[in-house]
C-alpha cells in the first residue's frame, strides 16, 4: 500500500473518531440529568480520537532530515510541533512565522528539488515571530521541555511589516522580500453548532471563542481592526476583552495552530483564523469548516522575509529567497488559499500577520 493511500486511510479514520467523540460529547451536553445518558466511545476510544486531534498532523512528511532515526512521537505528551529537521546536519536554517506551518513540508521538498545541494539539510521552526525574535535575540538558543539546542537562522519570514521593523533595529538584512498574500476568515467546528454567521456573532454570550494572543501575535491586531469594522469598538472591546476577562473568550499560549484543536476538543464554537489555515484543517480531514469574513470587513496580510545579520549560510538564504518566489513556490502556496503578492498598497493593509 502506497504511503499516500495510507495518509488517506488515516484522514479518514482521523476525520471518523474525532466527530464520533464530538457528537457524544454533544449528546452528553444536552443530556437531561434525570435521564439515562447514551452509551458513548469506550475510554480507550475517547483516548485515540483526542491523540487523533494533536499535532503534528502530517506524519512526519515535514521532518527533512535525511536520517530521522528512532521514530518517536507521542501527541500530547512528547511533540515538538512546530521545530522540524536536524539542526546539527542543517545547511540552511529557518525562522518561519506560524502561519503557514502546513505549507512548509511540500516547500521545502520542492526546494530541494530545485537545489539538490540542500536536501535533506534545511531545518526550520514555525513559532510565533515575537518568539522567534526572542530566540534571535537570545543566539538560537531555546529549551523546550527538558531539551536545549542552538539553531543560529539565515532568514527570517512574517509579516511585512514585522520584516520591515526587525531591518530597522538592525537584525536583519533589507529589503524585505515578499511574496504572497492572505485574508482572514472564521473558523468553526464542522456543522457549525454555534450557527455563526459573522464576526459580530463572536460578541454573544453563548459563544466561546479563541483567539490569537495580542502578547505575541500580530494577526490579533488585524483581527481586532476587523472586529471593529464589523461592530465598531464595543465589538472589539467586547471579545477581546470582556470576554476574555470572563473566560469566554480563549486566548491561544502557542499560535493559532491551537485554534482547530480547542475547536475539535469542544471549548470553543468560533475562532479567526487566516483563510488558509481553515483550508489545510479541511484537507487533513479535520471536522473543521470556516464562515466567510466580507471584503469590506477583512484585512489582508502580506508575507515577506529578509536574510539574518550575519547568518551562517547566506548564500542558502539568498537560494531560499529565489525559490520563494517562484512558480512551483507560489503554486504550492495556492493550494492552501494564499494568493500572489502584487506590489500595489491598495490590494492589502500592510503588516501580515504578527
Given at each position: 500500500m502506497?504511503a499516500?493511500?495510507?495518509r488517506g486511510?488515516?484522514?479518514?479514520a482521523r476525520?471518523?473518531?474525532?466527530?464520533?467523540?464530538?457528537?457524544?460529547?454533544?449528546?452528553?451536553k444536552q443530556a437531561?440529568p434525570?435521564a439515562?445518558s447514551p452509551p458513548?466511545?469506550?475510554?480507550a476510544?475517547?483516548?485515540a480520537?483526542?491523540?487523533a486531534m494533536?499535532?503534528?498532523?502530517?506524519?512526519?512528511t515535514n521532518?527533512?532530515?535525511a536520517?530521522?532515526?528512532?521514530?518517536?512521537?507521542?501527541?500530547a505528551?512528547d511533540?515538538?510541533?512546530?521545530?522540524h529537521?536536524d539542526p546539527a546536519?542543517?545547511?540552511l536554517?529557518?525562522?518561519?512565522?506560524?502561519n503557514?506551518?502546513?505549507a512548509?513540508?511540500?516547500l521545502?521538498?520542492?526546494?530541494?528539488?530545485a537545489y539538490p545541494?540542500?536536501?535533506?539539510k534545511v531545518?526550520y521552526?514555525?513559532?510565533?515571530p515575537g518568539i522567534?525574535?526572542k530566540?534571535?535575540?537570545?543566539?538560537g538558543?531555546i529549551?523546550?521541555?527538558n531539551m536545549?539546542w542552538t539553531?543560529r537562522?539565515?532568514a527570517y519570514?512574517a509579516?511585512?511589516r514585522?520584516v520591515n521593523?526587525l531591518?530597522h533595529?538592525g537584525?536583519l538584512?533589507?529589503p524585505?522580500i515578499?511574496y504572497v498574500?492572505?485574508n482572514?476568515?472564521?473558523?468553526?467546528?464542522?456543522g457549525?453548532p454555534?450557527?455563526?454567521t459573522?464576526l459580530?456573532?463572536?460578541?454573544?454570550?453563548?459563544?466561546?471563542?479563541?483567539l490569537?494572543?495580542?502578547?505575541?501575535?500580530g494577526v490579533a491586531?488585524q483581527?481586532?481592526?476587523?472586529?471593529?469594522k464589523a461592530?465598531?469598538?464595543?465589538l472589539?472591546?467586547q471579545v477581546?476583552d470582556?470576554?476574555?476577562t470572563?473566560?469566554?473568550?480563549?486566548?491561544t499560549?502557542?499560535?493559532?495552530r491551537?485554534?482547530p484543536l480547542?475547536?475539535?476538543?469542544?471549548?470553543?464554537e468560533?475562532?479567526?483564523?487566516w483563510k488558509?489555515?481553515?483550508?489545510?484543517?479541511?484537507?487533513?480531514?479535520?471536522?473543521?469548516?470556516?464562515?466567510?469574513?466580507?471584503?469590506?470587513q477583512n484585512t489582508?496580510a502580506?508575507?515577506?522575509?529578509?536574510?539574518?545579520?550575519?547568518?551562517l549560510h547566506?548564500m542558502?538564504?539568498q537560494?531560499?529567497?529565489?525559490f520563494?518566489?517562484?512558480e512551483?513556490a507560489?503554486?504550492?502556496?495556492?493550494?492552501?488559499?494564499f494568493?500572489?503578492?502584487q506590489?500595489d498598497?491598495?490590494?492589502a493593509?500592510?503588516?501580515a500577520?504578527?
Open positions: 502506497s499516500a493511500v495510507v486511510v488515516l484522514r479518514a476525520r471518523i473518531a474525532v466527530a464520533a467523540l464530538l457528537t457524544a460529547c454533544a449528546a452528553q437531561v434525570q439515562a458513548g466511545p469506550s475510554p476510544a475517547r483516548a480520537a483526542l491523540e494533536y499535532p503534528p498532523w502530517q506524519h512526519g521532518n527533512d532530515a536520517n530521522q532515526g528512532l521514530a518517536f512521537t507521542v501527541p505528551i511533540v515538538l510541533a512546530d521545530f529537521g546536519k542543517a545547511t536554517v529557518l525562522y518561519v512565522g506560524g503557514y506551518y502546513f512548509m513540508a511540500p521545502v521538498q520542492a526546494f530541494g528539488q545541494q540542500y536536501r535533506g531545518y521552526e514555525t513559532l510565533p522567534l525574535e530566540q534571535m535575540q537570545a543566539g538558543t529549551t523546550v521541555g536545549t539553531a537562522p539565515d519570514l509579516g511585512l514585522k521593523d531591518i533595529a537584525m538584512s533589507g524585505a515578499s498574500i492572505n482572514l476568515t472564521i473558523m468553526v467546528p464542522a457549525n454555534g450557527h455563526v459573522s459580530r456573532d463572536l460578541g454573544r454570550p453563548d459563544i466561546a471563542v479563541v490569537p494572543n495580542p502578547q505575541w501575535e491586531r483581527i481586532r481592526a476587523s472586529l471593529v461592530g465598531g469598538e464595543a472589539a472591546a477581546y470582556s470576554k476574555v470572563d473566560g469566554t473568550t480563549i486566548l499560549r502557542v499560535h493559532h491551537q485554534t480547542f475547536l475539535m476538543q469542544g471549548l470553543a468560533a475562532g479567526v483564523t488558509s489555515e481553515a483550508v489545510f484543517q479541511e484537507q487533513a480531514g479535520h471536522p473543521i469548516a470556516d464562515v466567510t469574513i466580507p471584503p469590506e489582508t502580506i508575507y515577506a522575509g529578509a536574510t539574518v545579520k550575519g547568518a547566506r542558502a538564504a537560494d531560499w529567497f529565489r520563494i518566489r517562484s512551483t507560489l503554486t504550492i502556496f495556492e493550494r492552501y488559499g494568493k500572489r503578492y506590489p498598497p491598495a490590494k493593509e500592510g503588516a500577520s504578527k
